[in-house]
């Protein structure tokens, strides 16, 4: 079975019986490793760039009393393996993972040092063993990504003329199918999975969008093999001059039409608090797991223009940013 942020089943090595590295009280520069799926997650706007804004906020300033080191895995989620030894072996002080995988990797790779997550369903995953009560050496914020389909159904109706036969793309992970099938049903959508990615291994994006094209628009889920290739989804989509709804709203900014989803800067900003808090002498296993507070909804005039749409004014009195 495929699962959502496909985990890498290596054994990695730890530190058994040590405990976690703590944060010196003295005046010598700190160093967070970033575990990042691809160079545009830590670009202006993105939540590594907010992680660091807050850091600074509270009194990290890089270059001065801190540092970091990013590693990318560039949508191949077996790079995490090495990626999380390297920073592991070079003494980092806390490392930030985003999804899945790159925390599980680190997971595996040291008991010891700190770890802060963004990720989804993080006890199913075994990140934690509770939200209230994490234990071990990771804490973070969880990701709603499955829980807002629903919403992001009605707002994609709403937008584009009452569409209610949806493509959804995926990669095939069971669980997600289950989540956007029970969400179109109770939304009376009529939805069509699309696995983009039918070996586990190869994304086969032609073929994958092309058995939507029944569909009147698109749910295009959250995966990290799909944001280097953000592009191309987007303009396969344009070329059957659909309407898409993006569970990744800055998406929107680089053409997609909508894109709803929790607020990735802002979780990435109380990554950061929790991280200022553990560099100063917390512990992980008692600082609870967060969820998301606010919402991002943007939406992109001069697609739905190019598409014929015009948005109705109710719906954009929701949106957080518009494009125009």
């Known amino acids: ?19 976690l590295v703590r944060a010196q009280t003295g005046a010598s520069k700190r160093r967070i490793g970033m575990l990042l799926n691809d160079p545009a997650r830590q670009q202006a706007g993105s939540p590594a760039a907010a992680f660091k804004e807050e850091m600074k906020r509270n009194g990290w300033t890089e270059g001065v009393n801190i540092s970091y080191e990013s590693r990318f895995s560039n949508g191949d989620f077996s790079r995490y393996v090495g990626l999380s030894r390297e920073l592991v072996a070079s003494k980092v002080d806390l ?3 985003y999804g899945v995988p790159a925390a ?27 939200l209230r009560e994490p234990g071990g050496n990771l804490t973070g914020l ?33 669980k997600a199918v289950a989540a956007v099938l029970a969400a179109a049903k109770m939304s009376g959508f ?7 990615l039918p070996d586990g291994r190869t994304l ?19 995966y990290a093999f799909f944001g280097p290739v953000r592009s191309q989804i987007m303009s396969l989509i344009a070329t059957q001059r659909k309407p898409a ?9 680089e053409g997609g039409l909508l894109g709803y989803a929790q607020d990735d800067r802002a979780l990435a900003g109380k990554a950061a608090a929790l991280a200022n808090r ?8 008692s600082l609870p797991v967060e969820e998301p507070t606010t919402f991002v909804f943007a939406v992109n005039l001069v697609t739905a223009r190019s598409l014929g749409i015009t948005i109705p004014s109710d719906v954009l009195l929701q949106a957080t940013d518009v494009i125009q």
């Not at 009529?190 to 983009?196: R, S, T, W």
């Not at 553990?278 to 296993?285: K, S, T, V, Y």
């Open 1 to 19: 079975m495929k699962r959502r942020n496909i985990c890498v089943g290596v054994a990695m090595f730890g530190v058994p019986g040590a405990t």
């Open 95 to 97: 490392i930030f993972a």
């Open 104 to 130: 599980r990797s680190a997971q595996e790779a040291t008991s010891t040092i700190p770890i802060v997550f963004l990720a989804p369903d993080p006890v199913e995953y075994g990140l934690v063993k509770s």
């Open 142 to 174: 969880t990701l709603a990504i499955a829980q807002l389909h629903g919403k992001r159904m009605q707002l994609l109706s709403q937008a584009a003329g009452g569409v209610k036969r949806l493509a959804y793309l995926g990669v095939g992970e069971e």
């Open 190 to 196: 009529d939805l069509i999975p699309v696995d983009a």
């Open 204 to 222: 086969t994006l032609p073929g994958a969008i092309s058995q939507g094209a029944s569909a009147s628009a698109w749910l295009v889920d959250d």
């Open 245 to 253: 709804m993006y569970t990744v709203p800055s998406w929107v900014r």
């Open 278 to 285: 553990i560099l100063r002498g917390a512990e992980p296993a």
